[in-house]
């Protein structure tokens, strides 16, 4: 046996110890209040247990260990439906930036700690009403305000924010120059006087993202975590910095088991489902699909071990698994007949059709919309030039809005 | 064949659009998603009004004498608008049951009410997955019905309904008042189409047609309906393709419009032509009824319909990037509405089936 297949065995039976306490069923029927204080308490937990920060130095928290331990734990961890969503922005990225970029390491490693036990919560404040797949176009400004910084603008879909303690904002400073070299990132304390968060509603019901307005809100110079106007870099490095997590061939919607399942039970005009070509067509083509993804994933496995670099094709995961999974998750609800209206919208999207058919969308615009992930594929791997951008090298104030 | 619309046909298209989008908002529909039991009242309020409740009804019976074409016209409009209830396209295939099968006593008693859209109809045929089951659970005998007819659109405030049961020697269909029959409502994901469970505990009915006859007017009914709903879906489509064109023409991102971005230029005009084979196919489908061809032309403009609104919601969301997924712009409307008219009537999967047979059966 491997030393990994061990690790991940050994994972696997830390958190089947622990899934009645706060795995999928010990969740049902909670409200968000109830689960998030539940996922504190896991967090909490899953630190004890050596499995917070696996990649993380040890004088951080961390376990000191490689991205191969962390995407085998979170691979495990994942079958559970533990409570973990509301910190995985939080850990995944603002809190690892917070340790590389921040200025003052004592405060840092205080906040990482805290982060990993689930005792505080970040948020990343990128995205804005003018500025979402066209980030550098952002407008938020920072002004320099006696040694330090005053903050006027807004952020949008800044997931967490209701949540959390603390942001990673990048703001612009200097709108005379090119979009992208006018840009500051700096870290934020959301309890600051002259922040306000306000939730938005999402399609499929729920509010976790959020508006976050800033009136005059100061930042001493030590929130700075990037050279002046070199804000852009940092930003680009935040998005980078989770390159190796677990993936989900079922686009983060319910297993083709599931599907399977389902087309056992019921019938098309009188004859089992299971034994109708279409049917049978999209269990094939889809598992054909997911195989091929997770084989990637494996072999991107391997390369880690063996110290190479994945390749580039491990950027098809979002991109394909999330668009059919919205196509097979409407299949589903066709295959119910008319009692697939039924809907539960607290019904958790990996159990459920409804609910991942009307959730699939943010997926495919989320961390990325499908067609910016195109673009990246076509222009970064495949050497196609970039589309026509007037953009470009024309000082920010100077676009024409 | 298709058709030109006349001058009359066209004053109903603009005068309906005029109407509806005067009177219906989506900040009023939005909280009836979250509301079991409830429709937007000013939506069926304005079809009673103006007649479109009696449209293509005969004069006899308080109705306009106009016929598919003209009700999918509104149709169309009201699927532009999100219709607020689905008693427009529940009511006409009752009505065309009690029409074209039913007793003078029938048609005497329950044509005039729904005419006046004083009555509302419902469409009981389906049962668990099957829209069209050839052995139906609920039992007719004795003049009465028993057993449960599943998720049943507009069950929640109908008044009558089109049962298809069983009796001893077969199928039957079976016009029963659903004044003491039990409606067992649950949450859906669109509730303003008002469904429930419809449990008949010995209601009484009256049977319009028996053994095969049963199954094939009821296929009829369907193939009614689904002419109006693929008008419908294609209204929906149609709007959708706008509200992408017009946000692409308007949301800046890199310097210019998104729509100068030609993944987002080339889905909107994809949607476009999904929506003109599907407005194309509904009124050819209009035009063939009493036709030897009618379930073929239905079935047909079913799927393209279909087809036409699952992907104009798809799209037009992801043209709009997180716009479109937020609450308030009411996107999913759309989408959760182009769901629910893909499974009212017979889904994709029914629909191909009627029609590869049909295809077939001219074959052999
Ligand atoms: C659920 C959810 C959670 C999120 N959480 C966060 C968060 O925590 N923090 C944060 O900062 N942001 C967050 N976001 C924001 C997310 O990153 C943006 O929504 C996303 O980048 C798209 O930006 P936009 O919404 O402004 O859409 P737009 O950029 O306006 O895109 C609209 C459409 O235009 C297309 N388009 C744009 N540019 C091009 C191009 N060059 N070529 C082809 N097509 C193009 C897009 O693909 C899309 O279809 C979240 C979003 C969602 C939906």
Redesign the pocket.
Known sequence: MSDLVAYSEKANAWLESVAAEFGRSARKGLSEAEDLALGRRYLKARFDAGYAGINWPTEYGGQGLTHIEKVAFETEEMKFGMPTAYFG?SLGMPVPIMMKFGSDQVFAKERVLKALQGEEIW?????EPAG???LAGLRLRAEQDGNGWKLNGQKL???WAQYSDYGVIVARTDPTVQKHKGLTYFWVDMKAPGVTVRPIK?AGGDSH?NEVFFDDVKLTDDHRMSPVGGGFAVAMATLMIERYVATDSAGFGPHLDLFISLAKEVEVNGRPAIEDGRIRQAIARNYAMRNGLDAITARAMLMMQAGMEPGAEGSLNKLVSVRSRQRLSEMAIDLQGPGGAHFDEHAPVKENWQTSWINAP?GR????????LL?TIAERILGLPQ?YRPDKAVPFNQIPA | MSLLYDEGQQAIATESRRVLEARVQTDQLLPLLERQGEFHRPFWDTAREQGWTALALPEAYGGLELGLVELGLIALQAGRSLSGAPFLTSSFGAARAILDFGDDALRGHWLPLLARGEAIGAIAFAEGQSPLPANPTVKFSGGKLLGVKDAVSAALHADVAVVLAMNDSGPVLAIASLKDVERIGFNTFDNSRCIADLAFNGAPATVIAQGDAALDAAQHILALQAVITAHEQTGGAEVLMERARDYANT?R??GQT?GS?Q??KHRIAEIYGLVELARAGALHAATREGHADFLKAAAAARIQATEAYDTAARDCV??????G?TWEAGLHLHMRRARTLAMEQGNMLFWEDVLVNELAGENA
Do not use: K, P
């Open positions: 922005i948020c990343q404040l990128f995205s979402g797949s066209d879909w800044t997931s999402l993202v943010t615009i989320a961390g990325g919309a499908d067609e910016m673009n589309d | 949301r991102a890199f998104i971005f993944s987002v992801q043209v709009h990037g997180g716009i997924v």
